[in-house]
């Protein structure tokens, strides 16, 4: 049986896994191909309903990661963004989505390694868990 | 009109092609719709990949362009000006990567493929939806804050003030200096630091156009690049400065002593105290934990004695606020405590000593009057001198403190010189990094006084001796890895070269300035290589050691870097803020005021006639606090649009799966409407 390959989106911010993604670029750390990097500005920028426009566009994860907490661009926006994943997460499992298609991470500027390792391993989980119904549950 | 888009692959040398077959990516975005021409290129960045666009611009009458090649973080610039350059605005462009992100991490050549031509795809839906937009200028403010006044805070401040512009000097400690004013001799050129310092802290007290403030800290920072306001706090120091003569009646007098920073805890300095008879400003500073007065118990002795009357117990710690339109950040480091590397003894064997408190016993002023003398007061008849610690060691900081070779062997040097040539100098080392102008040269002249060099990390200073010649010595016991044998070197006195870490407080100061740090701690540049001075922040710059460690000819030379930008900005006046801002769509905004909450930087107001939210252009950042939260649609950040963000989504998931699964009939992806003839993508 061939193995599923599982599609992730990914929305970083600019700032830090932005970067943290060149890096780990430059320095040739081998990633799984099914992330997709969406450059935001930041991640208090990423509104919910992009999210949902991923799962309900076919992808099987959305990946949303910032700067660590403190360490924001712009302030506070991180925060932003872990107080509007966690309730789209609750809001999601009542629909029937496994919340792990939804991740939340900070990886700062300077780690590329730490960017290589979250994707990679996001990748393995989800390919775990399978092929996302989201798509195919909710007709839009 | 439908969009006429053009699509330019890059190979970027090898870099790209053959992993990401370009060509071919190319062909596939050609048959994208909107897409007028898909071309491949060597090098997309280089004079004639430009032309190209711009050729085709003005040929084929493309509105919009989209490169696919390395970060945008990179060339994006050089993108945009190439399409201005052709007369199109440059925000019709949109750039991805496919180097970075693609080609140097995905080794197999079909997936790599598959997932730029996702990548293509969604960059071109994007394009669609870009609209002009247009840089404003706003006004920068001549001054520049330098904030830390050691020998990288010093020379930014004198280069910017030679300029004519004004420079604010915040320094936290009482005197200016820095650690390279508790240094005795600076390497490899033997100039006493306190020469070739002094000349410069004297200028920045003279120079007119420096504002300095010693015994004070920034307290916040708001405004962006151009247009910063600091709040500084100024600590009271119980000194009245414009009353004090700096004669030092006080400092005799003061009846309360404690251990002194400046002497590394070597000696003691009253409650009263300052840094050294050459400090500046020099004038005394109370140590408000130390003085008695201050802690409610009777004295004054200081306020009787002073001839002029300057001693205040009543000085009230103040704010300033300053305007300011750039800002240098030359804070420092802060040397390792190696009390908790319990194996070499620091704080159990009173013979070992850190590096910077063997500068002090060697330093003319220090507590030894510069004489390398035990605790005893007797001359030591072996030192060794334990390189690295802490430094390029996993457990505390992987990095190479860059200095500790070359102080250590100054040491070696002053110890024959000072001591005597029959002193013995043992260097245990791991490797000896003397990489600087002159620094070898200086290493074969140590090496020719007759040092011995023992490569290999000790294990263990102790004092339990084995043998008859190891009685009252420390031993350090360690391996000598050239010969693979165990060595026990008895001494009088060890010296341990602790490594350079970031401030204990940076991530505060990280804070406050709106700055990032790196794995290491220390700030974080824009770039490690082409951007070492200036910060992901517009107008803030890095000078010295705050940024890695850095020896004193390194400090300097970064600090005049950063000078050199802060006054490029400052001297130009002007500076092009990006027009990617939130912007709230008055027709569709329903007044609920959940935006103005979530601002951070207080940019949106309510207009109550029209029962609205307002951005105030100048004041956002374009963050996307509000275009994430708002309830009906109504905020969105230019540029990052939601039909922009959902286009993008579109490209990027249509068809959904990529090729090594079996194809999935009626997918998502048709679903939502992405239409595009994409069966080539298959045999990709």
């Known amino acids: 049986m061939e193995r599923f390959e599982p599609t992730i989106v990914a929305f970083v911010c600019n700032w830090c896994t932005y970067t943290a993604a060149d890096l780990a670029g430059t320095a040739r750390m081998i990633q799984s191909p099914n992330v997709r990097l969406v450059r935001m500005m930041c991640t208090g920028m990423v509104d919910p309903k992009y999210v949902l426009k991923a799962l309900l566009g076919g992808a099987d994860a959305v990946l949303i990661s910032g700067c660590h907490p403190g360490d924001c661009h712009y302030i506070n926006g991180n925060y932003k963004a872990r107080r509007r994943v966690k309730l789209l997460k609750e809001i999601l499992t009542g629909f029937g989505v496994d919340e792990r298609r939804v991740k939340l991470t900070w990886v700062g500027a300077s780690e590329g390694n730490e960017f290589a390792e979250t994707v990679n391993e996001l990748v393995e989980d989800i390919r775990e868990l399978g092929p996302g119904e989201t798509s195919r549950m909710m007709v839009i | ?684």
């Open chain 2, 1 to 684: 009109m439908a969009n006429r888009i053009g699509v330019y692959v890059c190979h970027c040398g090898s870099n790209i092609y053959p992993r990401v077959d370009s060509p071919k990516v190319a062909e596939f975005a050609q048959r994208l719709r909107g897409v007028v021409v898909g071309r491949d290129y060597k090098f997309m960045c280089s004079d004639p990949g430009q032309d190209m666009i711009i050729n085709d611009i003005r040929q084929l009458g493309l509105n919009r362009v989209v490169v696919a090649s390395c970060s945008p973080r990179l060339h994006e610039k050089t993108f945009q000006n190439a399409v201005l350059r052709a007369g199109l605005n440059p925000f019709l462009f949109q750039m991805t990567c496919i180097r970075e992100h693609c080609s140097w991490v995905h080794p197999d050549p079909v997936e790599a493929t598959a997932k730029a031509m996702r990548l293509v795809a969604a960059a071109v839906d994007r394009v669609n939806w870009h609209e002009e937009l247009y840089s404003r200028e706003e006004n920068v403010h001549p001054d520049v804050l330098v904030v830390g006044a050691g020998i990288a805070g010093i020379q930014a401040a004198l280069d910017i003030s030679r300029s004519g512009h004004r420079v604010h000097l915040v320094e936290r400690s009482p005197s200016i200096g820095g650690h390279m004013a508790q240094f005795d001799k600076t390497f490899p050129t033997l100039d006493c630091a306190a020469c070739i310092s002094t000349p410069k802290m004297v200028a920045v007290s003279q120079e007119p156009n420096i504002n300095l403030m010693t015994w004070a800290e920034v307290k916040e920072v708001s405004g962006f690049v151009g247009n910063y306001k600091a709040t500084v706090r100024l600590k009271p120091r119980y000194v009245d400065m414009d009353k004090c003569t700096g004669c030092g009646l006080c400092l005799e007098k003061c009846p309360t002593k404690v251990d002194s920073e400046f002497e590394e805890g070597l000696a003691q300095r009253r409650a009263i105290h300052r840094n050294s008879p050459q400090a500046v400003p020099n004038k005394p500073v109370i140590d408000a934990s130390a003085c008695r007065v201050l802690n409610g118990k009777k004295c004054g002795v200081c306020a009787k004695f002073c001839p002029s009357g300057a001693i205040d117990f009543e000085q009230r710690e103040r704010e300033v606020e300053l305007d300011i339109g750039t800002i240098v950040l030359a804070t420092g480091f802060d040397t390792l405590d190696p009390t908790p590397l319990g194996q070499y003894g620091f704080g159990r064997f009173p013979e070992v000593y850190t590096g910077l408190q063997f500068e002090r016993l060697n330093n003319a002023v220090g507590p030894t009057g510069g004489k390398i003398v035990m605790k005893n007061g007797q001359k030591p008849e072996s030192v060794a001198i334990i390189h690295c610690v802490g430094s390029r060691d996993v457990n505390h900081h992987e990095y190479c403190s860059r200095v500790c070779c070359m102080y250590a062997l100054k040491y070696d040097h002053l110890i024959k010189d000072k001591v005597g040539h029959a002193t013995r100098v043992y260097n245990f080392y791991i490797d000896l990094r003397c990489f600087g102008k002159g620094y070898e040269e200086f290493l074969r002249r140590v090496q020719e006084e007759g040092v011995t060099f023992i490569r290999g990390r000790p294990a263990e200073v102790t004092d339990q001796a084995l043998t008859p010649e190891e009685e009252g010595k420390l031993i350090v016991i360690g391996e000598d890895t050239l010969l693979a044998r165990t060595i026990r070197v008895p001494v009088d006195m060890v010296v341990l070269c602790t490594a350079m870490e970031p401030r204990a407080d940076v991530a505060e100061v990280a804070r406050v300035f709106g700055i990032s740090q790196g794995l290491d701690g220390f700030f974080l540049e824009e770039h490690p290589k082409l951007g070492p001075v200036s910060t992901a922040t517009d107008g803030i710059f890095l000078a010295g050691t705050c940024q890695g460690p850095k020896d004193i000819p390194d400090a300097v030379a970064h600090a005049a870097g950063a000078a050199a930008q802060a006054l490029a900005l400052a001297a130009r006046g002007k500076v092009t803020i990006s027009p990617t801002v939130s912007h709230i769509d008055p027709d569709v905004c329903i007044g609920c005021k959940t935006c103005i909450g979530l601002c951070a930087y207080s940019a949106i107001e309510f207009d109550a006639r029209r029962g609205v939210s307002v951005v105030n252009e100048a004041m956002c950042k374009g963050c996307g606090s509000c275009a994430g939260a708002c309830p009906s649609g109504a905020a969105q950040i230019r540029h990052f649009t939601e039909k922009e963000i959902f286009a993008e989504l579109d490209g990027l998931l249509a068809p959904v799966r990529i090729p090594v699964t079996e194809p999935e009939p009626g997918t998502a992806g048709a679903a939502n409407g992405a239409e595009e003839t994409e069966t080539a993508e298959a045999q990709a």
